[in-house]
């Protein structure tokens, strides 16, 4: 079966600018959850939907946020960029929860923001 | 300091040689797990290991769990130069309100098998 789809692949945005991150779960899988991964901080979670509604979230500022639609497609938002948003998002999705079962990573979008 | 801590954070070893790696945590969880991720891309599961679960096996792969110690290892035998990637641990924060649990990821330890 098709794996996690991330879209895009690659962006690179300007400074106070916003982008919106795609990302095609699993068929079946109901839990879709992201991540931010850059060198300093490395892997952190940003937050996770389950059925189209958002269940638990990381420490990130109100510009992160996201959705999950009624397919389990979920999108990330990210508004008035910085340059320190600059970093891999990775997606998973999973049937429950990335916590209590296996979750399946897509491979990533890297955003650049200059 | 973060909830999982891998160490070391770099390790070399002989293809053909075991490499052990370790992860520890703060708070009572219920399960690790230990991802795999090559050269910056999307991280590949590895194992789960309940808090009841002492130990689990998965070919190369074994991984035990100290909770006694909050610690929890990885050891994968007879290492390939496919192994060579970086290896994270993660658990579950539950801090207790709505909507707040956490999914930490360790720093991760570079793994590199050398020829």
């Known amino acids: 079966k098709a794996g996690v789809t991330q879209t895009p692949r690659y962006l690179i945005k300007t400074r106070g600018q916003q982008v919106t991150l795609s990302c095609s779960p699993i068929?079946?899988?109901?839990?879709v959850s992201w991540y931010q991964q850059t060198p300093g901080q490395g892997l952190q979670f940003l937050f996770e939907?389950?059925?189209?509604?958002?269940?638990n979230k990381g420490n990130f500022p109100g510009r992160f946020s996201g959705r999950q639609f009624s397919n389990s497609r979920s999108e990330m938002n990210v508004s008035t960029l910085e340059l320190g948003d600059s970093a891999l998002y990775l997606c998973?999705?999973?049937?429950?929860?990335?916590?209590?079962?296996?979750?399946?990573f897509g491979q990533g979008t890297r955003l650049t923001v200059v | 300091s973060q909830q999982g801590e891998e160490d070391p954070q770099a390790l070399s070893i002989q293809e053909g040689e075991n490499a052990t790696m370790n992860c520890s945590y703060k708070t009572s969880i219920n399960n690790l797990q230990w991802y795999r991720q090559n050269s910056g891309r999307g991280l590949v599961h590895l194992i789960l290991i309940r808090s009841n679960e002492r130990e689990k096996h998965s070919g190369r792969l074994r991984v035990t769990l100290d909770t006694s110690k909050k610690s929890s290892s990885l050891l994968i035998t007879a290492s390939r130069a496919a192994d060579t990637a970086s290896y994270f641990c993660a658990t579950f924060l539950s801090v207790g309100m709505n909507r707040d649990d956490k999914i930490i990821f360790g720093k991760g330890t570079r793994l590199h098998i050398l020829p």
């Open positions: 068929s079946g899988h109901r839990s």
């Open positions: 939907y389950f059925s189209e509604t958002q269940r």
């Open positions: 998973a999705s999973s049937l429950v929860g990335p916590m209590n079962t296996e979750a399946f």
